[in-house]
């Protein structure tokens, strides 16, 4: 807040709970003119439009979105332009909007919130193609301080969301990752039909409310239907639902009406509901980035919680399926085409003349204006910069997947599993937590490496075969680094040493 208010942008790396939203909030009242919160869901924006209304009348807030009528638009934007309302909530799609942004600008805000700022970052593990532009969008509303605001975001993707917003004398806070009260652990299978009872046991075992994670919407709906078989009030959340359905089972966990939600990641973006006293993932997530995101839903109370991962190493197979698709050649080289005609001014020029959908489309635009952002020395002509493209996507669908391995290395570490995570965000633990099921099987006590002499955590490291990279942990005789083209890579710090393949750089 301080910084905010002496003019600074910033950016708030801080857990799910810990009271992000006051950080806007606080400044936006003071500050002359009114606050932009940019949020990617309706429910998520509905939430901290609720969060506000015990207010004064000023400190209120409006939202434009899909949902409201051109009337409801109209209005909510005249009681910003009035001064009876501080806090304008919308989302990322609607502030691509030409018409929407000159009329937000009109406003004159003193500040833009930029809330789950990863969706921003290429490197984040949620990425949103919408977010890739918002420097512009904020360059467009007259560049007011920025706040960005995220939960996860390990250093690469803290540098990513500084570059992509365009923050000016940027203050990046990161508040710490741990989470002392939650009990982390795992529990391996070597069947389906093990792995399945024993989430449904543990389910019936545990005092709730809690989330149950599965990765698919059809294990979604099986555990719902088995939990409601067993006696419990279970409902289901994933993006086949319609709208109402997703509000109702939302409203429902929140106002303490069902004791579980059963739900794939769609389910949990700005949930805030502080008596979750278990979040268990019936199948392992795509990356640790989403596990401990889910995982930071639980005992925001304070309270004891519990999150236990239910393994089976055949279920990571699902994080290469999901793995984003790397673009055909020929498409790109069809936007890329389409792009340097003079005739082509605007996304919907290009969407019509390319024949794409607005969603495939608005990736390879995005990855062309990364592409041509980066390079040091231009492209000599089309077919170099198509090449281009489709080298950073590929960079892009091995990162995803080098973080499904990181994954697999949590499930079967020995270590202290909240070391392990607290490692994989770059940060460094005090001690170990004592109470994950490694610290109490004894197995987490070994050494955890501390510091490389040769490469400390944090330093920049270029490999012969891999390229340059950031030392993300350390531990015992392994360092893992994440490595701009490849993602991540566990190492032996002696071997790669001796055979001269990692080099610090400056």
Same mark, same amino acid.
């Given at each position: 807040m301080r910084a905010l208010l002496s003019g600074r942008d910033v950016l708030l790396v801080s857990p799910t709970g810990s009271g992000k939203s006051l950080t806007y909030q606080v400044p936006g009242v003071l500050l002359d003119g009114p606050t932009v919160v940019v949020s990617p869901l309706l429910a998520l924006q509905h939430d901290q439009i609720e969060g506000l209304a015990d207010g004064d009348a000023r400190s209120q807030g409006v939202r434009i979105s899909s949902a409201e009528s051109d009337a409801q638009r109209e209005e909510a934007l005249a009681q910003v332009a009035a001064g009876t309302t501080e806090f304008l909530f919308l989302s990322p799609e609607q502030l691509a909007k030409p018409d929407v942004r000159r009329q937000v600008a009109e406003l004159q805000p003193s500040l833009?919130?930029?809330?789950?700022?990863?969706? *921003?970052?290429?490197?984040?593990?949620?990425?949103?193609?919408? +977010? @890739?532009?918002?420097g512009d969008f904020i360059d467009d509303l007259g560049?007011?301080? *920025? =706040?960005?605001?995220?939960?996860? /975001?390990?250093?690469?993707?803290?540098?990513?969301i500084v570059?992509?917003?365009?923050?000016?004398?940027?203050?990046t806070i990161v508040t710490g990752f741990e989470r002392p009260n939650i009990t982390l652990s795992v529990r391996r299978f070597a069947s389906a039909d093990e792995q399945r009872d024993s989430v449904l046991t543990a389910v019936l075992e545990t005092d709730g409310p809690g989330i149950v994670y599965s990765r698919t919407r059809k294990s979604v709906e099986q555990y719902a239907a088995d939990l409601v078989d067993a006696g419990?009030?279970?409902?289901? +959340?994933?993006?086949?639902?319609?709208?109402?359905?997703?509000?109702?089972?939302?409203?429902? &966990?929140?106002?303490?009406?069902?004791?579980?939600?059963?739900?794939?990641?769609?389910?949990?973006?700005? =949930?805030?509901?502080?008596? =979750?006293? @278990?979040? &268990?993932?019936?199948?392992?997530?795509?990356?640790?980035?989403?596990? +401990?995101?889910? #995982?930071? !839903?639980?005992?925001?109370?304070?309270?004891?919680?519990?999150?236990?991962?239910?393994?089976?190493?055949?279920?990571?197979?699902?994080?290469? &399926? @999901?793995?984003?698709?790397?673009?055909?050649?020929?498409?790109?080289?069809?936007? #890329?085409?389409?792009?340097?005609?003079?005739?082509?001014?605007s996304r919907d020029d290009v969407r019509r003349a390319s024949g794409l959908g607005p969603r495939k489309l608005g990736r390879i635009l995005n990855l062309v204006?990364?592409? %041509?952002?980066?390079?040091?020395?231009? @492209?000599?002509?089309? $077919?170099?910069?198509?090449?281009?493209?489709?080298?950073?996507?590929?960079?892009?669908?091995?990162?995803?997947? $080098?973080? *499904?391995?990181?994954?697999?290395? +949590? /499930?079967?570490?020995?270590?202290?599993?909240?070391?392990?995570?607290?490692?994989?965000?770059?940060?460094?633990?005090?001690? !170990?937590c004592g109470h994950c099921d490694t610290c109490e099987a004894g197995t987490g006590d070994g050494d955890a490496g501390g510091q490389s002499r040769a490469f400390p955590l944090q330093s920049l490291v270029e490999h012969e075969e891999f390229g340059r990279g950031t030392v993300m942990d350390i531990e015992d005789?392994?360092? %893992?680094?994440? &490595?701009?083209?490849?993602?991540?890579?566990?190492?032996?710090?002696? =071997? *790669?040493?001796?055979?001269?393949?990692?080099?610090?750089r400056d």
């Open positions: 833009v919130a930029v809330d789950e700022a990863h969706c *921003v970052s290429t490197w984040g593990h949620d990425f949103r193609p919408d +977010y @890739f532009r918002m560049r007011p301080r *920025v =706040i960005a605001l995220t939960a996860t /975001a390990a250093p690469p993707v803290r540098e990513d570059g992509r917003l365009g923050l000016k004398k940027a203050t419990v009030h279970a409902l289901t +959340y994933h993006a086949g639902l319609g709208k109402r359905a997703r509000r109702r089972a939302h409203d429902a &966990f929140l106002d303490g009406e069902v004791d579980v939600i059963v739900a794939t990641s769609a389910f949990g973006m700005g =949930i805030d509901k502080p008596d =979750i006293r @278990f979040v &268990f993932h019936a199948q392992v997530p795509e990356s640790p980035d989403t596990y +401990y995101q889910e #995982v930071g !839903r639980a005992g925001r109370d304070g309270a004891p919680a519990s999150a236990v991962l239910f393994y089976r190493p055949e279920d990571l197979s699902l994080g290469r &399926f @999901f793995s984003t698709a790397v673009p055909k050649r020929n498409d790109v080289d069809r936007v #890329v085409a389409e792009t340097a005609r003079e005739d082509n001014t204006e990364k592409v %041509t952002e980066t390079a040091t020395d231009g @492209f000599d002509d089309r $077919s170099a910069l198509v090449d281009a493209v489709v080298a950073q996507a590929e960079a892009h669908r091995q990162l995803e997947r $080098s973080r *499904v391995e990181m994954m697999r290395g +949590y /499930a079967e570490t020995d270590r202290c599993r909240a070391e392990f995570l607290l490692g994989y965000f770059g940060e460094e633990a005090d001690g !170990r005789e392994k360092i %893992t680094v994440l &490595f701009d083209d490849v993602g991540y890579r566990t190492l032996d710090p002696d =071997i *790669v040493l001796d055979d001269g393949l990692l080099r610090r």
